[in-house]
């Protein structure tokens, strides 16, 4: 008798032929309940007669419905959008949809396509032509207005292997449908990949093969795009028709262009259009160009200083759509950290308008069946092992490029074991054997020592498949015996040894069985950018079974193709980087419980982080869009909670600096030891100051401090029109009065009343207010003038608060259980009222010795000059902090942030808080 599980599993198998069967009759068939409903009662029908037991109870019925349902009901949001100019007609698209006679040919192939050979959702099909496509392409210009001129920047962000090709492609398909003329499209900046793009454009757009001579894809119809480049070469200088053609000569269909970016070939590219396209009268292409930019955020970017030359792939990117009066530039990327870091600048200059997507960014929702870092890295799974046997002395993680060791770790070869079964367990469950599948090992940045690994792993894919064949006709027990057979059962009794098919458990003795045959064909091979590397062909139509070692030529942009195993032990030092490397990620339906990644901790925790920072990202792109807000007005940020890893390379960064952004403000004390140099901003930041002192109820001073001026509990609302109304240096980075004020407008009861401290010092000069019978020493700090607009208070050491300052307004007994090394914190203890304390600040550097830059010296000497003669002869500088609280110390995120639209220099719409994750 067949257990329950054994007995669900038969039904799910008879769906998957009951669903096949359907796509076949209808490629557009959408699941529907009564689907479901009616393979059950097919599925009980058959097997009642020889499986009594098939009868489902309803609370399994209800399981099985549910089960389908998260496997065969794929689905996908609509993407979100942040735009640049709220006044561009966004309904252009629309209009020319609805215009009688209108006729989508390339769109319409495409989509057949997709639907009938490609064989995707046709949920998600719609999802693509009527929601992403139809938004991204309102966002372009219209190319069917030739009066006007217009130049577009947009940004589309989706996951790593998410399907970005099928949106690009479909939108070069409604592109050249609309009206545009010249349509490039950027790859990678090696030929493999852009071959890889080219293959998938002749099959997804131009539907013919030149070099073999054949039909592909949507195939040859009555439109037929002119193809400038091919999967056998580049917009290469040996090709006379590149450098004498004239866009006019081919305006009744559309010209595609597979490049990489690659400088000669950009080059030659710009040189040809400009040569042949425009004259001296007619400097400008009048034909409506689109460029969509593949992995827009690798080598696109100007990584130069804002005042050098930028650099030339940058360069001729700019200058190619220059050339046209009519341009549309789309950079499509998983990993956008670059794109939203470069410099914003709305001049239109070539040397300034640069690739920052200033008219839209749009993010794209993965399908519900894609497998990406959340489902992996968050979520429970059987997919993912951490590597623990790593042993430096057998394989560094940083090795030299000489390496040459004989073994590695035993986690590899149990990995390698994984890949095999996994092999014969497709075999036996898959109907089609000739699918391709793939293994992944990344171990290593250096073409050398990736070829030591691939003798290595040779050595022992001989050795196990020899063994194999040797004990295919023994005894299981006798097998056994066999030091490799028993480490292949091993890794089959860890990793697959809750598999079924066809409602029964898959067992040992069928995968040894058909062990053989599943590994004999497997290629071990290398790809790299070296002469040694070897193609990574899925063209075989018998399938193609594959371990590929390589380092950064398997990344971006390249598909390992039924990847089922992957070892990845690899330090890298971006987010950006780690990111590409994980080929993994992407669609695994059918075989995603096979899938397996060996993987260090500590990478499994960078990608936890890098996954929180994209979902971070474009989160805020669903605030700017619903606010209405351009990128120029909302800020960009990204979150980096990884302390070793940077964000993307350091010369795509020249643009940012870090932020701390603070939820909570809790035990801690926060400074402004850079004060403004400018006279008008210091005499109004002292006069607000003393205003504010003056509105205190002298009944608030608490007299039994006698050091310093001493007020309780004064309201919030005046510490908040006192903050609304001083001018806070931006250097002062922890100072930061937007979250400051946004924490105080928190209704916590700790928040509501203050003290305020007015620090006296040791200066000679004094500071006086009558009214408030005020009469202290000024405090007296060493100072210098490291730029032209800030004076930095104590020097290189920039601090302006006392350990001891926040003491006061405790009592003796409080203050005694403190020790005597505490810091100012120490003593915002839970309980107390927050405190705002002012300096009355005289600059004085007569006792300074070690810490002052005498480069400096002069504009010291001005400003102690400048003060005399001013209406105030010193400067204000605050501290203000605030008690601690159980639980909510510290809360803090570190942010970088794009200097030129700064997130936290922008008004932000209050966000209602919601509970703890």
């Known amino acids: ?90 309904e252009w698209y629309n209009k020319l949809l609805n215009t009688e006679g209108f006729d989508e040919y390339y769109w319409n192939r495409y989509k057949n396509y997709l639907l ?130 004239k866009i006019s000569d081919y305006s009744s269909e559309p010209m595609i262009f597979v490049i990489k970016k690659n400088v000669p070939v950009l080059k030659k590219l710009y040189s040809s259009l400009k040569l042949i396209n425009t004259t001296g009268e007619n400097s400008k292409i009048n034909f409506p160009m689109l460029m969509i930019d593949d992995e827009a955020d690798n080598a696109s970017i100007n990584t130069n200083k804002k005042d050098d030359d930028p650099t ?68 429970d799974n059987q997919n993912v092992r951490i590597i623990k046997d790593f042993d ?48 992944l090992i990344n171990m290593s940045r ?29 005894e299981m027990h006798y097998a056994l015996t066999n030091q490799y057979i028993k480490s292949l ?27 053989y045959e599943a590994i004999n064909k497997i290629k071990i091979i290398v790809v790299n950018s070296s002469k040694k590397s070897e193609k990574l062909n899925y063209d075989d139509k018998d399938g193609v079974r594959v371990i590929a070692i390589g380092g950064l030529a398997l990344s971006r942009g390249l598909t390992l193709e039924g990847l089922c195993v992957s070892y990845f032990y690899r330090n890298t030092a971006t987010f950006d980087v780690l990111m590409q490397m994980g080929r993994w990620f992407g669609y695994r339906d059918g075989y995603d419980d096979l899938c397996k990644i060996f993987i260090t901790r500590e990478s499994r925790d960078y990608y936890k982080d890098i996954c929180i920072s994209i979902e971070c990202l474009k989160e805020d792109i669903v605030k700017m869009g619903q606010q209405n807000k351009k990128p120029e007005d909302y800020g960009i940020r990204v979150r980096n909670d990884s302390i070793e890893l940077g964000i993307t390379a350091s010369n795509k960064m020249r643009n940012t600096k870090n932020k701390v952004d603070r939820k909570s403000f809790y035990g801690n004390i926060f400074e402004t030891p850079y004060l403004h140099r400018d006279l008008n901003v210091i005499e109004n930041n002292i006069k607000e100051t003393i205003n504010f002192i003056k509105n205190i109820s002298l009944d608030k001073r608490d007299n039994n401090i006698t050091q310093h001026p001493y007020f309780r509990n004064v309201s919030k609302v005046n510490v908040m029109n006192l903050l609304n109304n001083l001018k806070i240096h931006d250097a002062n980075e922890s100072f930061d009065i937007r979250q400051i004020k946004a924490f105080l407008n928190k209704s916590d009861e700790e928040l509501q009343k203050f003290d305020i401290l007015i620090m006296g010092g040791s200066s000679e000069r004094r500071f006086i207010l009558n009214d408030m019978k005020i009469n202290i020493p000024l405090v007296s700090r060493r100072f210098d003038i490291p730029s032209s607009n800030v004076i930095r208070m104590n020097a290189k050491r920039a601090h302006l608060w006392g350990r001891s300052d926040t003491k006061f307004g405790l009592s003796k007994e409080e203050q005694d259980r403190i020790s005597d ?31 002052i830059d005498y480069r400096y010296i002069s504009d010291e000497l001005k400003l102690n000059l400048e003060l005399i003669s001013s209406r105030y002869s010193y400067l204000v500088g605050y501290a203000i902090g605030f008690p601690a609280k159980d639980g909510e110390n510290g809360k803090a995120t570190l942010y970088t942030v794009n200097k030129t639209v700064n997130y936290y220099e922008k008004d932000h719409e209050p966000v209602e808080e919601e509970g703890n994750e």
């Open 446 to 474: 250096f073409t050398n020592v990736q070829q030591v690994i691939k003798e290595i792993v040779e050595d022992y894919f001989d050795k196990i498949k020899k063994n194999i064949k040797q004990c295919s006709k023994l």
């Open 489 to 515: 059962k091993d890794s089959f009794d860890l990793e697959y040894n809750d598999i079924y098919h066809n409602g029964k458990r898959i067992i040992w003795e069928q995968v040894f069985s058909v062990l």
């Open 312 to 379: 030339k792939i940058n360069k001729y990117i700019r200058n190619i759509l220059s050339l046209f009066t009519r341009n549309s530039y789309v950079g499509f990327t998983a990993t956008p950290f670059a794109n939203v870091f470069i410099s914003y600048d709305r001049e239109d200059e070539m040397l300034k308008d640069d690739l920052f997507p200033r008219d839209f960014i749009y993010a794209l929702n993965a399908p519900s069946n894609y497998c990406g870092s959340r489902r992996y890295f968050f979520d």
């Open 116 to 245: 009938n050979a490609k064989h995707f959702s046709p949920t998600i099909v719609d999802v693509l032509e009527n929601k992403t496509l139809r938004s991204i392409m309102s966002y372009l210009g219209n190319p069917l207005e030739e009066d006007t001129t217009f130049s577009i920047r947009g940004l589309v962000v989706g996951d790593v292997q998410s399907g970005k090709t099928s949106n690009y492609l479909g939108l070069l398909s409604k592109a050249a449908d609309a009206g545009y003329k010249v349509i490039f499209i950027l790859t990678g900046t090696i030929e493999s990949l852009r071959k890889q793009t080219q293959i998938r454009v002749e099959e997804g757009f131009i539907g013919y093969d030149s070099v073999n001579g054949v039909d592909v894809g949507v195939g040859r119809g009555v439109k037929l795009p002119k193809a400038f480049t091919s999967r056998a070469k580049d917009f290469t200088s040996g090709d006379n028709q590149n450098t004498t053609y």
């Open 392 to 439: 430096e002395s057998i394989f560094p993680m940083k090795h030299k490029k000489d390496w040459d060791g004989n073994e590695l770790f035993k986690s590899l070869y149990h990995s390698i074991n994984t890949f095999l079964i996994a092999n014969a367990i497709r075999d036996i469950r898959d109907s089609n054997k000739n699918t391709n599948r793939s293994m």
């Open 1 to 90: 008798m067949k257990n329950r599980n054994e007995i669900l599993d038969i039904y799910l198998q008879q769906f998957a032929s009951y669903k096949s069967v359907q796509l076949l009759i209808n490629p557009s068939f959408v699941l529907k309940d009564s689907n479901i409903l009616e393979s059950l009662e097919q599925t009980r029908e058959r097997f009642i007669q020889i499986i009594p037991e098939i009868e489902l109870q309803e609370n399994e019925k209800i399981e099985l419905i549910n089960k389908i349902k998260s496997l065969y009901s794929i689905f996908q949001e609509e993407g979100y959008v942040i735009l640049g100019d709220y006044d561009h007609d966004y």
């Open 821 to 851: 090394n505490a810091r100012a914190q120490d003593y915002l203890i839970k309980g107390r009222n927050p405190i705002l304390i002012i300096y009355f600040v005289d600059p004085n550097n007569h006792d300074a010795t070690e810490n």
